[in-house]
């Protein structure tokens, strides 16, 4: 596998991680390849991850090439100076909203820890699928900023708003991700439709703001916009 470079450096290096894979190898699949070997592998350097995402998000992963440049943006990550985005295909039409419920790292422990998550609408859909008496099928893209960094922090406030994310197996809608892969012209699962599009810090050598761009997926298929949304909504 070849991880496509969104950006390089002496002291940085991102990529587009695509869905599938463990940033770290997972206790609970030893035997699978991760992401931090098979790209020392392909450029020859020693990474240190600064963040994560999860195995079935795709998008900007960051990665430092030195200590100090690695303890640089763990700091700015711990001091909420590194904005993260991310689009998501989430269930019916939804609003802009700010999600402040406390969410669970681990679905197994009730342990809950605060959280916060901007959302912004950027398209609304409808399709000619008839599911549970309804005529049509309603989904929207959404942008979403989280503010804290929890895990499956964005998953679980869509799944509270009553939005879940599309392709979603563990905080999404079971039975919906099975009636949609027909409909979505995919072969095998719907797979989870979340993206982190972008990612904004401070360089660890001038402290200028660094944006990384990635790519969005190919995954989602050719939507008519209904109920168009205002770009300043």
């Known amino acids: ?10 002291r940085l290096l991102a990529v587009n991680k695509p869905a599938g894979l463990h940033v770290h190898r997972s206790e609970f699949s030893p035997d699978e390849p991760a992401v931090v070997e098979l790209l020392a592998s392909q450029t020859g350097l020693k ?40 689009q998501a295909l989430v269930r019916g039409w939804c609003q802009d909203v700010v999600a402040t419920t406390p969410v669970q790292p681990d679905r197994k422990v009730k342990r809950w820890l605060e959280a916060e998550t901007h959302f912004r609408v950027l398209a609304q859909y409808e399709k000619p699928w008839a599911r549970r008496g309804f005529e049509t099928f309603r989904y929207s893209l959404v942008e979403a900023r989280p503010v804290t960094g929890r895990r499956h922090q964005i998953r679980q406030h869509l799944e509270d708003l009553r939005h879940p994310i599309l392709g979603d197996t563990v905080w999404g809608d079971t039975s919906l991700n099975n ?23 401070p360089h660890p050598s001038t402290g200028v703001s660094c944006v990384i761009k990635g790519p969005r997926p190919h ?5 008519e916009t209904r109920k168009p949304v205002s770009a300043t909504s």
């Open 47 to 86: 990474l240190f991850p600064v963040h994560r995402l999860d195995r079935p998000t795709s998008g900007v992963l960051l990665f430092a090439l030195d200590h100090e440049a690695a303890s640089s943006l763990g700091k700015a990550f711990q001091e909420h100076r590194v904005e993260k985005v991310y």
């Open 219 to 223: 995954e989602s298929p050719t939507v």
């Open 1 to 10: 596998m070849t991880f496509e470079v969104l950006y390089r450096d002496d």
């Open 179 to 201: 009636w949609l892969i027909p409909h979505w012209r995919a072969p095998g699962p719907l797979g989870l439709q979340l993206w982190c599009v972008s990612m904004e810090f």
